[in-house]
């Protein structure tokens, strides 16, 4: 039971343009919403969030865009940096504890 | 910046014996997650523990399955009898308040080969 989906396995943007990485979930209970970005041989590291009151979070050159009635966030990134060439996983949990849900991540890439 | 520790970093063991995997998370942090990643496949949640029990479980985490606070640092996972379909990159997490709150730590992960 995939609960939330990235249906993208990869990307590549060149650099200085916008890369948008997409996210799909099925259960109407989730309210809370992170992206994690992970390099090879290392943890995911927390990049940004989105609670289910908000519909856009903004934090440098990243922004998540929630789209509630779709059941769908994006995250995206401008302007893209060779740096950010990585695998992004979107995590999804609701307010009945501490599990989050990750989607199977999106490997982008950013030419230079 | 603090960080969430694991060792060992590639752990190798014969099917059917014991492993521990071994977390320091951050120090003032109160909940603790372990989350395994089959190779290829998605990042999923194992369990996670708050003021010295299991707050929350998935299917995954099995009677297999056990984890520990011994003293005031380490946070650790036992797998009591390993099978091939047990490797897969697990990773230790802690956060400051439940769900995360957008700053779960993760550590880089101790890989586990079951052979």
């Known amino acids: 039971d995939q609960q939330v989906k990235q249906n993208s396995p990869s990307l590549s943007v060149q650099e200085g343009r916008i890369s948008i990485l997409n996210c799909d979930y099925t259960n109407s209970m989730f309210d809370y919403f992170l992206w994690y970005k992970k390099y090879p041989a290392e943890g995911p590291t927390f990049l940004i969030s989105?609670?289910?009151?908000?519909d856009k979070n903004e934090d440098g050159r990243f922004t998540v865009f929630l789209n509630k009635s779709a059941k769908h966030l994006s995250l995206h990134i401008v302007p893209s940096q060779p740096g950010d060439s990585a695998v992004y996983f979107c995590a999804a949990s609701g307010n009945t504890g501490n599990q989050f849900y990750f989607g199977t991540g999106t490997s982008l890439t950013v030419i230079p | 910046e603090p960080e969430v520790t694991q060792t060992p970093s590639h752990q190798v063991t014969q099917m059917g014996q014991e492993v521990i995997l071994r977390c320091v998370p951050i120090s003032n942090h109160l909940y603790f997650y372990w989350y395994r990643q089959i190779l290829g496949q998605k990042v999923e949640f194992l369990v996670s523990?708050?003021?010295?029990?299991?707050?929350?479980k998935s299917e995954i985490f099995d009677d297999q399955f056990s984890v520990e606070r011994p003293d005031g640092s380490n946070f650790t996972l036992k797998i009591r009898s390993t099978k091939l379909e047990d490797s897969a990159m697990y990773f230790c997490?802690?956060?400051?308040?439940?769900?995360?709150?957008?700053?779960?730590?993760f550590g880089q992960g101790t890989r586990l080969t079951v052979v």
């Open positions: 989105i609670s289910s009151i908000k």
């Open positions: 523990f708050y003021n010295n029990e299991i707050s929350e």
């Open positions: 997490a802690s956060s400051e308040s439940p769900r995360i709150e957008g700053r779960g730590f």
